[in-house]
């Protein structure tokens, strides 16, 4: 399952500590105008160092597209890309080769597989996530000439221990700790009828794209769980005419789907992703034959990943809308 999308399809590759990440983005329609400066401007968002917290493996990150755009404009053939890895230490991981890191895929992937890649994680590392925003980049690109934007941002607090202001990060930081936090994406410009009944809705959809991105452990859209301790009159979306002729919702409690089908007023979703699992400070665990042992964490861990995962959030909600779009289409003469 190293694919998503139905028409338009993206693949990953690549191992966190091997020689480069990459994927084949397929389905994309010819004729798109891509702007390769700009599509690495928006990759450089997801890089180290940019905030209090951050990895400090300092990888460049520069995308070399090697099919798919010609002068400029997408072929409709498969866009192949990669991004090649330049500042891993593989060095720093001979200790978790011999046990297991809590709260880490390196238990459950040996279970699964009979091996793993310890080196910074393998496949299962946030270094994947790359890939990803490679290919949301050039597909926000292409919503934006169907007047389509997709925009993620930190949420506030809700309480102080989900606060990640920069006085909290740098007492975590010297704890030797790490923080979570809440991610908000908003979806302006999506026109009625995206998504597919019963098993394609479109939340769910968008539900599996951000539950598949490392780190995550909460999804809701609209109100949300706040949906559960209020009324129905407190929460229905009354529709309305409007001046240009189009029907509205005077209210976005649904956050613009119902039905699972979208209903053109804006997608407002809440993303909540855990603590990073790796602590800068001895922890409990096991080696791979169940003896007790300390885990002493060295290399470059981020404290905090929320500044970090808004670029792949909207890469992640860019293709399902695209995706989505195109799918539409099929059912239009």
């Avoid at 690495?40 to 493996?57: H, K, M, P, Y």
Wanted: aromatic share 4%.
């Amino acid at each position: 399952m190293n694919t998503i999308g139905k028409i338009l399809t993206l693949t990953t590759f690549g191992e966190s500590h091997g020689p480069a990440m990459g994927g084949v983005l397929d389905g994309m329609p010819a004729g798109v105008t891509i702007d390769l400066d700009e599509l690495q401007r928006f990759v450089d968002r997801r890089r180290t160092g940019q905030t209090a917290g951050s990895s400090t493996r300092d990888e460049k990150d520069r995308v070399e597209v090697l099919s798919g755009i010609w002068q400029g404009k997408t072929l409709g053939s498969p866009i192949g890309f990669i991004v090649r890895n330049t500042d891993a230490r593989s060095a720093d991981y001979e200790e978790i080769a011999r046990c297991y890191r809590p709260n880490h895929a390196d238990y459950t992937w040996e279970a699964k597989y009979g091996i793993r890649d310890p080196r910074g994680g393998g496949r299962a590392s946030a270094r994947e996530t790359v890939a990803r925003v490679v290919a949301g980049g050039i597909v926000l690109q292409a919503l934006s000439k169907l007047g389509i934007t997709v925009e993620a941002a930190v949420c506030p607090c809700r309480d102080a221990k989900s606060c990640v202001s920069p006085e909290e990060m740098e007492r975590v930081v010297a704890e030797g700790d790490t923080l979570g936090g809440i991610v908000e994406c908003v979806i302006k410009g999506v026109p009625v009828g995206l998504g597919e009944p019963l098993f394609g809705k479109l939340h769910a959809q968008l539900a599996a794209a951000m539950m598949s991105i490392p780190s995550v452990h909460g999804f809701e859209y609209g109100d949300g769980f706040d949906m559960a301790t209020k009324r129905g009159r407190e929460v229905l979306d009354v529709f309305e005419k409007r001046e240009d002729g189009t029907i509205g919702t005077v209210t976005n409690h649904s956050g613009g789907i119902q039905g699972g089908i979208s209903n053109g007023e804006d997608i407002v979703m809440r993303i909540a992703f855990k603590p990073v699992p790796t602590l800068m400070r001895p922890v409990p665990t096991i080696d791979r034959e169940g003896n007790p042992v300390t885990l002493h964490p060295c290399g470059r861990h981020d404290a905090c990943v929320l500044h970090r995962a808004l670029p792949i959030v909207e890469s992640m909600a860019a293709l399902v809308i695209l995706d989505n779009y195109l799918i539409k289409k099929t059912n239009e003469l």
